[in-house]
């Protein structure tokens, strides 16, 4: 079996606590420090024009640590805290700022850049987490900037920020859980074997990669199976391609039935299901398939007016006892299960083991058509 290269997406979902994934938010940071640290210059040389030279230093120092840390973020592999400082220094600043006995009204708006930021470098939870404290202590030293808000306009401009502020927030929130139900949506739909509702091959691979990690960890033992339905082609030909989807669909309810919470099974393609029996011993993983070999034989499986009954053979690879890597496993599993069919399907086989002769064999498509 030939077994390609691919994405273990549920590994990249974790990654990407944000609708960005790790390497966007490390350019989006960067090009927040460059702009940040160049549009502070201007700032400080104001301020220290108006005479407010602690501010305009402040503001020096803080430009220079933001050029420096545009160079650190190109490799750091402390990404996440550099966010954190950035946002929480960055909002820290918006508040002194708005604290100044002198500030202009118009330094209020920077709190409306608070939720924006943080969701959108820190995900849903964390952005939340951080924006909404600081966006209220904003409306706190508004409200006291405001003085008296006895009068219609004060209050009037009470209400433009704190309206603006509350649906801003919530209107970010909304849109993030909205783009994480679709993400995590495509990540299922990318994951699963649209016909059976079972893993698919990508998925399956990934499973089996992360089974002989956690193994090699753990020092338990695993089998891999290799199942494939016997002259399903027969199906289609005799029945039409539905019923064969009918037959696939049944098949993948047998396994789930049998199989233990710890194990996995997917959907290799066609009419190949894989599956993996974490924790067995080599006896134990063949006489379990012989078991789900002959329900499956002694199944009827009824397709409008017919009686359907497949066989499946099925081959057994056992981990660590016949190779340590996924591309071993599947070839010693295929090997068996094609020694399976020459000796005349309907069969267990395993490496070490003899092929395990069914009771009664040629029991395909039993009435097939009445
Ligand atoms: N209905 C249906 N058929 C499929 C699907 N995927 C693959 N097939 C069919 O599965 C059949 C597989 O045929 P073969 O590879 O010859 O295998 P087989 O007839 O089972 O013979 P052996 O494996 O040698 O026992 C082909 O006819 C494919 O068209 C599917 O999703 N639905």
Known sequence: MNCPRHTDLVATLEHSRSGLRDSHRRSLMRVL?????????????????????????????????????????????????????????????????MLLPEASVAAFVWVLMMPVLSYLLLGKHEGMILSVPFMLLGGVIYFIHLGNVGSASRMIDL????????????????????????????????????????ANRSSFQSTLGRTIAECERSGTGFALVVMDIDHFKLVNDTLGHDAGDHVLKHIAVSLNERLRGTDFVGRLGGEEFGLILRDVKPADAF?????????????????????????????????????????????IADRCLYSGKRSGRNRVAGADMANHAPARQGDLLAGSSR
């Not at 209400?159 to 801003?168: I, K, P, S, W, Y």
């Not at 993030?176 to 739909?189: N, T």
């Not at 009686?307 to 071993?328: C, K, L, N, Y």
């Open 159 to 198: 209400l433009n920020l704190v309206l603006c502020g509350a649906l801003m927030q919530w209107f970010i929130h909304l849109y993030e859980v909205k783009r994480e139900e679709a993400e995590q949506r495509l990540v299922d739909m990318a994951q699963t074997d649209a016909l059976t509702g079972l």
């Open 33 to 97: 420090f460059a702009v940040t640290g160049s549009a502070l210059l201007p700032f400080a040389f104001l301020q220290m024009i108006n005479g407010f030279w602690w501010v305009g230093a402040s503001e020096l120092a803080a430009s220079t640590t933001l050029f420096y840390g545009m160079v650190r973020l190109r490799t750091t592999p402390h990404l996440q805290q550099w966010i954190y400082l950035y946002l929480v220094t960055l909002f820290s600043f918006f508040l002194v700022i």
């Open 287 to 331: 006489e379990l398939m012989d078991e789900l070999r002959q329900r499956i034989a002694s199944r009827t499986m009824s397709y409008g007016e017919a009686d359907v009954r497949v066989t499946a053979s099925f081959g057994i690879a056992q981990w660590p006892d016949h190779g340590r890597e996924m591309e071993t496993l599947f070839s």
